[in-house]
């Protein structure tokens, strides 16, 4: 699996925005936010690099800003692909809601704007925010619109896609 770096285009300072994705098949033995055990799950990583305007992502001596940088993929408006001039709301709101989903503190019971430490522990368990890293398994949808969106590389996808199919999940089971 590698990451796949995008050029997104320009804001209009000139600088230029590239996202980078990456999706892994992870086998490892995990609970979800819904407490079920998982031996295998999709990850999914993204962030940005905004470089200057007659910078090069060769040299990492022009780079204005790297990691998670979203407010710099809101701004930029000439697109190098008209593809995605509609689509940046989407790339945003894919980026927020699933990047480092393999990591989240709180369950699917927990209240999401309530901050790990102070949450209360979950009713249906009785689990603790923070005490462990839940996985929040990525919808085949969304896999599918990172890849439609050409945000990860064809055999990644399809190496995930097989792996997701051969091993079975609760998730996937409820589907089928
Ligand atoms: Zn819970």
């Not at 996202?19 to 079920?36: A, G, P």
């Not at 393999?102 to 369950?107: F, H, I, M, R, T």
């Not at 927990?110 to 249906?124: G, K, L, R, V």
Request: glycine share 6%.
């Amino acid at each position: 699996m590698t990451t796949k770096r995008v050029f997104i285009g320009r804001t209009p300072e000139g600088e230029k925005f590239y996202l980078e994705t990456e999706v892994q098949q992870k086998e490892e033995y995990r609970t979800s936010i819904n407490h079920e055990p998982l031996e295998s799950f999709t990850t999914l990583s993204m962030s940005g690099v905004l470089i200057s305007k007659y910078g090069s992502i060769a040299r990492d001596g022009n780079w204005i800003s790297c990691g998670q940088n979203l407010e710099n993929l809101k701004r930029v408006r000439d697109f190098r692909d008209s593809d995605y001039r509609g689509s940046v709301s989407e790339l945003v709101s894919i980026w927020e809601r699933w990047h480092l989903n393999d990591l989240k503190a709180k369950c699917a019971h927990q209240n999401p704007a309530t901050s790990w430490d102070e949450c209360e522990p979950c009713s249906a368990s009785g689990y603790r925010a923070g005490s462990a890293w839940l996985v929040e398994e990525i919808p085949s949808e969304v896999l599918n619109r990172v890849y439609e969106l050409g945000l990860i590389h064809t055999g990644d996808y399809a190496r995930v896609v097989m792996e997701r199919v051969a091993t079975s999940h609760p998730l996937s089971e409820a589907q089928a």
